[in-house]
């Protein structure tokens, strides 16, 4: 006996959704494919308007949901950003204060280095010409020995 009969007869007369198309698939997305309705009722129809009706609804408010949360997100990412860029512009006014600082420390250590050195060199100067004034012979004979060892140097 085929299948489908010995079915319906055992229900008699009740509502039966049987297969009709035995390759479908649950992985189908269409909701009748492979389905016949044994019988039509409006019952069935308003119960399935009302799940069409109650999805409708509940993907309304997820997406109503989703847009609430995002603009919840949205502000707090704004609010982050604008708490972000005032530290780190107070970041960069601290180390530009530090690196003036620091800059400054510097330029007086140069300055007092400078100094040193044009002393020293002062001092090298005056000690170099007292020499020369007291040796002028050597001095001169020295000067006129170093010449000949630079002319013999660049010649080759």
């Known amino acids: 006996?085929?299948?489908?009969?010995?079915?319906?007869?055992?229900?008699?007369?009740?509502?039966?959704?049987?297969?009709?198309?035995?390759?479908?698939?649950?992985?189908?997305?269409?909701?009748?494919?492979?389905?016949?309705?044994a019988t039509?009722?409006?019952?069935?129809?308003k119960a399935a308007n009302d799940l069409r009706n109650a999805a409708g609804e509940k993907a309304?408010?997820?997406?109503?949901?989703?847009?609430?949360?995002?603009?919840?997100?949205?502000?707090r990412a704004i609010e982050s950003a604008q708490q972000f860029r005032s530290t780190?512009?107070?970041k960069a006014a601290a180390l530009k204060v530090?690196?003036?600082?620091?800059?400054?420390?510097?330029?007086?250590?140069a300055t007092g280095q400078w100094e040193d050195t044009r002393v020293k060199a002062k001092e090298l100067h005056v000690t170099a010409?007292?020499?020369?004034?007291?040796?002028?012979?050597?001095c001169v004979l020295s000067?006129?020995?170093v010449g000949f060892l630079i002319g013999l140097i660049v010649r080759r």
């Open 1 to 37: 006996m085929d299948s489908k009969l010995w079915f319906m007869r055992n229900l008699r007369h009740k509502e039966v959704t049987v297969m009709s198309n035995p390759f479908s698939t649950p992985d189908n997305l269409d909701p009748e494919a492979g389905f016949t309705h």
């Open 143 to 145: 000067a006129l020995g």
């Open 60 to 75: 309304r408010e997820f997406a109503a949901t989703a847009e609430a949360k995002a603009h919840e997100l949205k502000d």
């Open 40 to 45: 039509d009722s409006p019952d069935i129809a």
């Open 88 to 90: 780190a512009v107070e």
């Open 98 to 109: 530090a690196a003036t600082d620091r800059a400054q420390h510097f330029r007086e250590s």
């Open 129 to 138: 010409e007292d020499y020369i004034r007291q040796n002028p012979t050597k």
